[in-house]
């Protein structure tokens, strides 16, 4: 993962370092006016050899034109300009930027073989007169060693950016030149600046090509074949052949036209093994850039649907939730007192490992409970190594049965506890957990109205949420995992019952075989074999359970390293749903498998990505984006917050949320989809607790915290 990543950023870097290559443009001037080169240079022709260390100036032949193109190759117009240049039997020298050289190296070849010849344009277009020394050796350097990957060549030529005329260079370009003269290379700057970069039309372009042609002098003519629209340049180039050589002028490259030898030097197979890997990273680099803007938009448009989409099941739900008797089958008569005679007989399972800090809260709220009908509670110590028993035997509330076995894990101290039960109904609850004196009732009442329901899930809330890292779980649980349960409720196609709170009928449990002891997630497992089973699992929004969340950044990933590796367990050992009867496996499988498999997976390069636009591209579009959907998701919060009754308060710190603690629930996916693949088995992972319930005067009354649950106006409290 972590070499997945290394090798992702340096692609994107050498892009973006790529990306500098941009079309001829006015660089930023000076605030004032730099000397000018020695006087010999100056007044001299625009080809300069620096052999020797004294610049020697040539000036092209009488009837020749040497024509030059900056900036390319350009994958649309230098074809179309060598299609003219081949028509009239003309050819040209190509002063290419190292990048594109390594982008499109069939073009480069094409150049060659038609009769052409390719001079250093730099790498990525830079300023050699402002550049440091060593970037203006990095910038040929790099792209002689594109010429050898894509053309197996090196070449003697450079023009620099931002030149153009001799009687224009100035001291600080001039000594730029001097290090590439040095260097071996030959300068090339123009007798003829068409400015055709500027679109100036075509017969003004033609007009200034021909300037020569009054007295019959030769010339170097500078355009352009990349850096924008050149259809003016294309059709300016075609007038200038067709009229000059009818005149009896010739077209050439710069060598030929100085009787110099060929600009193109054969590379050693070294180099050319060498030009190969930068050819081969820079074209990665730039396919890797088009796909991943293309991912970041198919991720922003999936991430604003599956939004729009679960806003629009929650509403939905609501309204049902409201209307429909599934979830009011046991209510009080007259208001005072419950109605027994509609409550089926309940054993409550309490599966607890080292639960000292909280068992004795978790006894008490299932003990105070407004459920009319029989109640039996069975806590079942799995070999905890603390006081769990010990404090369960000193409460002894009534109703309430302790079972000591060794430690076999949580799925089998709950098929243990199902075993020794009663109750038709079987609440499974986790030993960290409190429940409100209501929340029985409504857990239940689903089971009580509809015989086709065979399981219920609880709305699971986080009570110890008043540092960051306890509000940002929080809001996932309001927003995410309670939202997504909405729209399962109305898809029939559950994934999970949270262990914290679910509710089931006997025999559901009987015709699945029990909880499941082969995966990590067996809350996911048993839930998505009882949706296969054909029974109907619904969402009981007011059934509340209070949890405690991990405390830390470590305890987190611990906790969803494991939830998620077992949920990736259960979707592979129910991959046959997807073409069995029913809507679970098409509609439930393939949902988890897009959203948090497949986008998390991606989720950290997209995120790389969008650092990436905001140094090397246009920012404003990744930032519109990203503030766009922090803001749907800010007001998506704040729905999902009032469904649930809750204070809007916690929705400060969902910005920072998207930024921080997204990226860790991303990189465990990663990491739980490397550790499947490779196929090692993970351990149950324990998580420390903190006994957010464990002190004294435990209240649900109304006056609780605000901050640790729901205001007063929802109708309910919190711990």
Request: proline share 7%; charged share 20%.
């Amino acid at each position: 993962m972590g070499l997945g990543s290394l090798a992702l950023i340096l692609l994107l870097l050498l892009d973006g370092f790529a990306n500098g290559a941009v079309g001829e443009a006015p660089r930023h001037e000076p605030k004032s006016q730099p000397p000018p080169a020695p006087e010999a240079v100056t007044s001299g022709g625009p080809v300069v050899n620096m052999a020797g260390g004294t610049p020697h100036s040539m000036r092209t032949p009488p009837k020749t034109i040497a024509l030059t193109f900056d900036d390319g190759p350009d994958p649309t117009w230098t074809p179309r300009l060598l299609d003219v240049l081949k028509r009239h039997d003309a050819h040209a020298t190509f002063f290419s930027i190292g990048a594109h050289i390594a982008r499109r190296p069939a073009l480069v070849k094409r150049m060659i073989d038609e009769g052409n010849e390719i001079g250093s344009h730099t790498y990525t277009h830079v300023d050699m007169a402002t550049a440091p020394a060593w970037r203006d050796r990095l910038e040929l350097d790099l792209t002689q060693r594109a010429l050898a990957g894509a053309a197996g060549v090196h070449t003697r030529l450079v023009r620099m950016p931002y030149s153009s005329r001799p009687d224009g260079l100035t001291a600080p370009e001039w000594r730029a030149a001097e290090r590439a003269g040095r260097d071996g290379y030959l300068l090339v700057l123009t007798d003829t600046d068409t400015e055709d970069w500027q679109r100036p039309g075509v017969d003004k372009i033609v007009q200034s090509a021909l300037a020569a042609e009054k007295d019959g002098r030769g010339a170097i003519v500078m355009l352009h074949d990349a850096g924008g629209d050149r259809t003016e340049t294309i059709a300016a180039v075609e007038q200038m052949i067709t009229r000059l050589q009818a005149r009896g002028y010739r077209f050439t490259t710069v060598s030929r036209a100085m009787g110099l030898p060929p600009a193109d030097v054969p590379a050693t197979t070294s180099e050319k093994a060498i030009g190969w890997t930068l050819v081969a990273a820079q074209r990665t680099a730039s396919a890797l850039t088009d796909w991943m803007r293309i991912l970041f938009v198919i991720a922003g448009v999936l991430a604003a649907l599956r939004l729009a989409v679960l806003l629009v099941f929650a509403h939905v739900h609501r309204k049902r939730a409201r209307r429909s008797p599934l979830y009011r089958a046991i209510r009080p008569r007259d208001g005072t007192a419950p109605d027994a005679s509609a409550a089926p007989p309940v054993s409550v399972v309490v599966p607890a490992y080292n639960e000292e800090a909280g068992i004795a809260a978790t006894v008490r709220t299932l003990v105070d409970t407004d459920y009319p009908g029989p109640l039996e509670i069975i806590v079942v110590d799995d070999g905890s190594s603390d006081r769990t028993a010990e404090i369960v035997e000193r409460l002894a509330p009534p109703g309430v049965r302790l079972i000591r076995k060794p430690n076999g894990g949580k799925p089998d101290a709950l098929n243990v506890g199902i075993a020794a039960s009663r109750g038709e109904i079987l609440v499974l609850v986790d030993g960290d957990t409190v429940f409100q004196r209501d929340t029985l009732r409504h857990l239940v009442s689903p089971l009580a109205a509809d015989p086709s329901v065979g399981a219920v899930s609880g709305n699971t809330k986080v009570a110890n949420r008043k540092g960051v890292l306890g509000k940002w779980q929080h809001l996932e649980y309001v927003i995410g995992f309670n939202l997504d349960r909405r729209m399962f409720d109305l898809a029939r196609c559950m994934p999970t019952i949270p262990g914290a709170i679910g509710a089931f009928r006997r025999r559901t449990l009987v015709s699945v075989g029990g909880v499941p002891t082969d995966t990590l997630a067996e809350d996911t497992d048993l839930t998505m074999a009882i949706c296969r089973g054909g029974w109907r699992v619904v969402y009981a929004e007011h059934a509340l359970a209070w949890t405690e969340a991990p405390s830390s950044l470590r305890q987190l990933w611990r906790q969803r390293y494991r939830w998620c590796y077992g949920t990736l367990q259960a979707m592979w050992k129910h991959r046959r749903a997807l073409v069995e009867r029913g809507p679970f496996g098409r509609r439930c499988l393939l949902y988890l498998t897009a959203f948090q498999v497949i986008l998390p997976l991606f989720a950290p390069a997209v995120d790389l990505f969008a650092v990436f636009g905001l140094v090397f591209m246009d920012p404003v579009a990744p930032l519109a984006m990203w503030s766009l959907f922090a803001l749907a998701q800010v007001a998506a919060g704040g729905y999902a917050l009032w469904l649930d009754g809750e204070r809007l308060r916690p929705l400060w710190t969902m910005p920072l949320q998207q930024v921080v603690y997204r990226q860790l629930l991303y990189l465990v996916v990663v990491q739980s989809v490397v550790t499947a693949v490779l196929g090692t088995r993970l351990r149950w992972h324990t998580i420390r607790r903190t006994g957010t319930f464990g002190g004294p005067g435990l209240d649900l009354g109304r006056d609780a915290d605000p901050d640790l649950g729901p205001g007063s106006h929802a109708g309910i409290a919190a711990p």
